[in-house]
């Protein structure tokens, strides 16, 4: 695995705005032995809007709003979730995002995002983006095509994480 190379003094970092992705920022590069605060945010990056539906189980959407849900479920990719975005849309802003990268970056994000990265870069089929499983204790690397993972894992006593290689994906 050559191609990753995780040289963080020549890495950008750049974080979604919310309050969980910037505390993962923070204590990554304290663990790097960086500034905590020297990072980016953009808003582009945040989870996809599920409008009237966020905060909501897909049990509770299902059995309330029936029809929104079937028609959903049906056409994720282009049909827009009440008040909220459809999977083409976070597509098509990530995609900015990445595009408008200059140097490899570190992104602290969140699972939609993620799965928009591996439909963009990593080769996944945009119909099975939507559903991939992401995992909450690892970092996704991507560079040229290629993607692994890394475990993120607590000391015994929960104090700090420590990063360990997994195979790729």
């Not at 059995?63 to 909220?84: F, N, S, T």
């Not at 995002?113 to 204790?137: S, T, Y």
């Not at 692994?148 to 997994?166: E, Y």
């Amino acid at each position: 695995m050559t191609w990753l190379n995780l040289d963080t003094a020549n890495l950008d970092f750049l974080a979604s705005p919310l309050v969980r992705a910037q505390e993962t920022m923070r204590s990554v590069r304290h663990q790097l032995g960086l500034d905590p605060t020297a990072y980016r945010t953009d808003d582009r990056l945040m989870e996809i809007s599920f409008g009237k539906w966020e905060g909501l189980s897909w049990q509770h959407i299902q059995a309330e709003h029936p029809k929104e849900y079937r028609a959903h479920l049906a056409d994720p990719l282009e049909l827009a979730i009440p008040g909220g975005e459809s999977w083409r849309m976070v597509f098509t802003r990530v995609a900015a995002v990445l595009k408008s990268l200059e140097r490899d970056t570190l992104i602290v994000a969140h699972a939609g995002i993620l799965r928009a990265c591996l439909k963009l870069q990593g080769g996944v089929d945009e119909r099975l983006a939507p559903n991939l499983d992401i995992p909450q204790n690892r970092i996704l690397i991507m560079r040229n095509g290629h993607f692994a993972w890394l475990q993120a894992n607590s000391t015994p006593d929960g104090s700090q994480a420590m990063l360990s290689q997994t195979s790729p994906g």
